[in-house]
């Protein structure tokens, strides 16, 4: 029989190694630098500023809950400093810093410390840091500036940010899927070897259109669109989108009865008709309040001449009522940049 006397039973781990948690998190941050250089490269200085906050914010609500409730320092792990630089990177470069204090506090001493402290804790501090700024401040963290913008190093920067995060926009259609792109590509090539015509035009379109779309810019739905979609399309643009068409009327345009219409237009734009008729409304709606239209001249100009209605449309799309968004983003300027 074998000799069992020398087992001994115990709980993980089984397999110890000299790392410790100080070694593993510098590793991690030396990771990280890459990306943190790469957004100071698009965004400037402000990145440093946001993340640099973010992190000592972390740090000392970490040592002061420690101290308060009398148990062992450990900011010396560098784990605080991680999930510091993780938050950072999950905002928005324009978040203002006191906004990221408010997700430095609850990722450290809700989502961490009050679990038990580093590896207690059941879910990301970070992750649950953005999600709940996000719950908190729909409208600062879904928006976004636009890159190679100059934004104040402290101050809350007012007249920069311009559209939802590419994630955003590709939920609501603004981006194509690429999933979408490639089959009209391969659609645009089996033309072209059947045909021979001028369809290598489009396949350049579609083409660029890929590039466009993997490097989070938005596409011209025109690029990716059937002749018969693109005439519905047309057809909201025709007047600056202050008709207003019902599903029927839509179908009617394209010439496909109503279901086909429906799922084919899904297909293609990646949301339902009506919804994105809604959103290139608000898109609109955007860019006339910037240019100083009061509110309800604008919910006249896109259809919505009821301004309760215009503003609670506007706030489910955008995430913040029409004078809550001019305040947050600042009026176009003079020149008609945004």
Known sequence: MNDLSKLKVSSSPHIRAANTIHQIMLDVLIALTP??????FVYGLRALTVTLCSVAGCVFFEWIYEVISHKPITIKDLSAAVTGVLLAFCL?????LWMVLIGDLFAIVVVKQLFGGIGKNFVNPALSARAFLLASFAGIVSVIPRIRTALP???TPVDVVTTSTPLVQMKQGALPSQLNLGRHIVQAIVRIAAAQDASSAQLQQLLWAMLASHSGQPVAMDAVLSHEIARVVDAMRKNQYRDSFS????????????????????????????SYQLFCKMERAKTLLRGGMSVRQTGVEIGMPDPYHFSKQFKHIVGMSPTAYLKHVGPMEPDGRA
């Open 35 to 40: 990306a943190l250089v790469i957004g100071i």
């Open 92 to 96: 928005p470069v324009s978040s203002p």
């Open 153 to 155: 190093l402290f101050t």
């Open 247 to 274: 599903l029927a009327e839509m179908a009617s345009i394209s010439r496909m009865p109503v279901e086909t219409f429906r799922k084919r237009f899904v297909s293609e734009v990646g949301m339902p008709p009506q």
